[in-house]
């Protein structure tokens, strides 16, 4: 019964930035793995950045060094800070909240309605 919410998804240019953000209600969101997950035109949906509920992080190699995900448990919402953007990032962004963790990039757990990001000139 979690329902999540993501927001601030948008057209942007190469080389430019978006914060994505995630509001999750109706569990305990501090006990919840986040992720960050993508699907692009014609590919399958994948993860993008993962946060467990001790901190620890996984990033796609596409993606390392460029994004970081972050949480603030106070206000249930877990963030994807996304710099030095490119076209090839362009896709539906889901947040992910997982009560158990398994494995990193599993399509278990409760998902958003996605937020577009579209990066282009």
């Known amino acids: 019964q979690v329902q999540l919410v993501e927001s601030g998804g948008g057209l942007v240019q190469p080389g430019g930035s978006l914060r994505l953000s995630c509001v999750a209600s109706?569990?305990?969101?501090?006990?919840?793995?986040m992720g960050w997950y993508r699907q692009a035109p014609g590919k399958q949906r994948e993860l993008v950045a993962g946060?467990?509920?001790?901190?620890?992080?996984k990033y796609a190699d596409s993606v390392q060094g460029r994004f970081t995900i972050s949480r603030d448990n106070a206000k249930s919402t877990v963030y994807l800070q996304m710099n030095s953007l490119k076209p090839e990032d362009t896709a539906v962004y889901y947040c992910?909240?997982?009560?158990?963790?398994?494995?990193?990039?599993?399509?278990?757990?409760?998902w958003g309605q996605g937020t577009q990001v579209t990066v282009s000139s």
């Open positions: 992910n909240a997982k009560r158990a963790f398994t494995s990193w990039g599993g399509q278990d757990g409760y």
């Open positions: 109706g569990g305990i969101f501090s006990i919840y793995a």
């Open positions: 946060i467990r509920s001790g901190g620890s992080t």
